[in-house]
């Protein structure tokens, strides 16, 4: 997953966030059970600090007979945890204890408060085990007030709590696991129409679609409309800019054809016009084809199948040059698709053909292929002939806008020109070698689009 | 050799026209598609020149119309909007050939030149029966190596006729073939010409089939 992504947010602000409430629910759970635990623990040796006072505390003094009737047994069995002490808060000597502290003392540094109020004392045990006591200060009919203290065993208190936080924290730690999935669930399905749009976009970029389809929710839908709108838009851009330019093409080509044809003889003024008029044809040619180019780049989901462009022109080629018995054979792989518009592989195409057409002897080869690249769809075309060729320095003057190699063949020579800028504007290359045949073969490496890019 | 040309632009259609009759080609002249489709499915034209813009009917219409209705005659295409796909229709449409606008009228010459000579089988720029052979770029005929004087329609009688040997011509066919539609037709100057240009000749080039018209036969007459 990316730093910056939709999923990563909502995953780090809902893991975040539970995580906190569940420490917070298990801390309180545990603090509610531990007050809840020592309030009973209290509670008890409350009553059972009660008992001995009532029992133990007579008007002759101190009666430990009494005290085997508290009614706690654990207070015989010795080292039980289970004790009670009496001590003379004048002299701090211990009058009485329970059989259970078996002779040992607990040792209280000072006295419960002469109010008479009961006070909780956390104390030390024989054999070290941690005790809770409450002691409360007596004072009987006759001699001095007396420090009596009930304590209970703590360890066993603590033990239960602990065993309850153990319990809590994986009851918590399960319920996290549960929660993390059911977040993961909640973003995948969230941010699915997202995915959809991502995926339906592609698919235009593809050519499959004209436009993003499908229901969205009512949050991207506004989103969704403007990107249907931009593609559209962009489209009938294209569509207006070209037929503005093929009715300029239409309207300048018939009046110069004339200028040409009228500008007969060899006077300075038919000279003249001539030249001009073929200058003025040059430059229409050519700025129309930027033109045009121009309007095409950029546009979105432009996707051209390629074996029936290069199918069309093979037939035109096959008609025109049918007199002249030349072969044109081809191997066109079928489900070869270019990433671009069909009229600039068909200028591409054409016009390399075309050339191939009029130069060969009598047979023209051209082949298509998919290639793969660094990771990258590209189309492979080979366009070979058995002519005389183009020797090397020629070759990037063929390339040249405008440049012609020879004025015998018909053609404006801006052919080539075309074909070469068409080919850097798609980010492809284009090469010229020998062919094996003898003539020239030219070999054009462009964008592709594979079934498995969707 | 009658040829039609279908061109909306006046000046064009007349460049075009003047320089056809100037190379011995008998011409009609339609500037829009009704009048051109017309022309073409009535008249029998060795070769037409069709714009692909034009108005009432546009050229590829044209053309798709004729070749349904099986009107064969070689179509060269004018085309200003020079794209690929304007060319793959077209030729789709049933053209022969196609030239983008602006050209040179020469090369709409030479290319109608080829279709002519494509439509009637023959693949070179001269057309030889024995010791006569006729240069069509040229418009030159020589017998045995000999420069024949030959007026333009003594020419085009014998072109068209050299143009299809072994094939019985009528005169109303040549008539038709020879003479744009306007001609005041009148087929006993056949007869006239074809007279004359035996004699010119001086061999036994053409034969008269009775009744039927006249024919070369390129058989007895190989070398």
Redesign the interface.
């Known amino acids: 997953m990316r730093r910056n992504s939709l999923s990563l947010r909502l995953a780090a602000i809902a893991g975040l966030g539970s995580a906190i409430a569940l420490v917070i629910a298990g801390l309180v759970f545990i603090t509610l059970f531990r007050q809840s635990v020592e309030r009973n623990f209290d509670a008890r040796l409350n009553v059972l600090l009660q008992t001995l006072v009532g029992a133990a505390i007579t008007e002759e003094g101190i009666d430990t007979a009494g005290t085997a009737l508290v009614g706690e047994p654990r207070f015989s069995l010795p080292q039980s945890g289970w004790y009670w002490q009496i001590r003379d808060t004048a002299s701090g000597e211990v009058l009485a204890d329970s059989d259970s502290l078996f002779g040992d003392r607990l040792a209280l540094a000072d006295f419960p408060p002469a109010s008479g109020a009961v006070r909780i004392a956390m104390l030390k045990g024989p054999a070290g085990r941690g005790l809770r006591g409450l002691e409360r200060r007596i004072s009987p009919p006759s001699g001095p007030p007396l420090a009596v203290l009930v304590a209970g065993d703590a360890d066993a208190m603590a033990a239960e709590i602990a065993q309850f936080r153990f319990v809590v924290f994986s009851t918590l730690a399960i319920f996290a696991v549960i929660l993390a999935f059911g977040m993961a669930g909640l973003v995948r399905f969230g941010l699915r129409p997202l995915r959809e749009v991502r995926h339906s976009l592609k698919l235009v970029e593809l050519g499959e679609k004209a436009s993003l389809e499908g229901e969205y929710p009512e949050e991207i839908t506004p989103l969704v409309n403007d990107l249907n709108t931009l593609l559209r838009s962009n489209r009938e851009i294209v569509e207006r800019s070209r037929t503005h330019v093929?009715n300029l093409?239409?309207a300048l080509?018939?009046?110069?054809?004339?200028?040409?044809?009228?500008a007969k003889g060899e006077d300075r003024l038919a000279v003249k016009m001539r030249e001009q008029?073929v200058i003025m044809?040059d430059q229409i040619h050519h700025h129309l084809d930027r033109a045009r180019m121009a309007a095409q780049t950029n546009v979105i989901g432009a996707v051209t199948p390629v074996a029936p462009v290069i199918e069309?022109?093979l037939?035109?080629m096959r008609?025109?040059h049918?007199?002249r018995?030349i072969t044109i054979a081809d191997d066109v792989q079928t489900d070869l698709r270019f990433r671009g518009e069909?009229?600039d592989l068909?200028?591409i195409?054409?016009n390399l053909v075309d050339n191939a057409c009029k130069w060969a002897a009598s047979r023209v080869t051209i082949k298509a292929r998919s290639d793969k690249a660094l990771g990258e769809s590209r189309l492979h075309l080979t366009i070979e002939d058995d002519g005389p060729g183009l020797p090397g320095d020629s070759r990037q003057r063929a390339l040249r806008r405008g440049a012609r190699l020879d004025e015998s063949k018909?053609g404006s020579g801006l052919g080539l020109s075309i074909v070469f800028e068409l080919v850097e504007l798609y980010g492809g290359t284009i090469s010229l070698e020998d062919a094996a045949a003898g003539g020239l073969s030219a070999q054009i490496f462009l964008p592709a689009v594979d079934k498995s890019d969707i | 050799m009658r040829i039609l040309v279908v061109e909306d632009d006046k000046d064009l259609n007349g460049q075009l026209a003047a320089a056809l009759k100037e190379a011995g080609y008998a011409v009609d002249c339609a500037f829009d598609g009704e009048e051109g489709h017309f022309l073409g499915d009535t008249e029998p034209y060795d070769a037409i020149i069709l714009d692909i813009g034009l108005p009432q009917m546009d050229g590829l219409s044209v053309l798709e119309q004729w070749r349904r209705d099986g009107r064969a005659a070689p179509v060269l295409l004018l085309t200003a909007r020079d794209r690929w796909s304007d060319k793959v229709q077209g030729i789709d449409a049933g053209a022969d050939d196609y030239v983008a606008k602006p050209f040179h009228v020469e090369e709409v010459l030479a290319r109608i030149r080829a279709l002519v000579r494509r439509a009637a089988g023959h693949a070179s720029n001269e057309l030889v029966c024995g010791p006569v052979r006729l240069d069509l770029r040229a418009s030159r005929v020589t017998v045995d190596g000999n420069p024949v004087k030959l007026t333009s329609h003594e020419y085009k009688v014998l072109e068209y006729l050299m143009h299809h040997t072994d094939k019985v011509v009528s005169r109303t066919e040549l008539t038709e073939h020879l003479y744009d539609q306007d001609f005041d037709r009148d087929s006993n100057t056949i007869e006239v010409f074809v007279g004359r240009l035996r004699k010119k000749l001086g061999i036994d080039l053409i034969e008269t089939v009775r009744g039927l018209g006249y024919r070369i036969d390129s058989a007895s007459h190989a070398a």
């Open positions: 093929g093409a239409h080509k018939t009046p110069i054809a004339v200028l040409i044809n009228e008029a044809r069309g022109i037939r035109v008609k025109v049918e007199a018995g069909k009229q068909e200028e195409v054409g018909p």
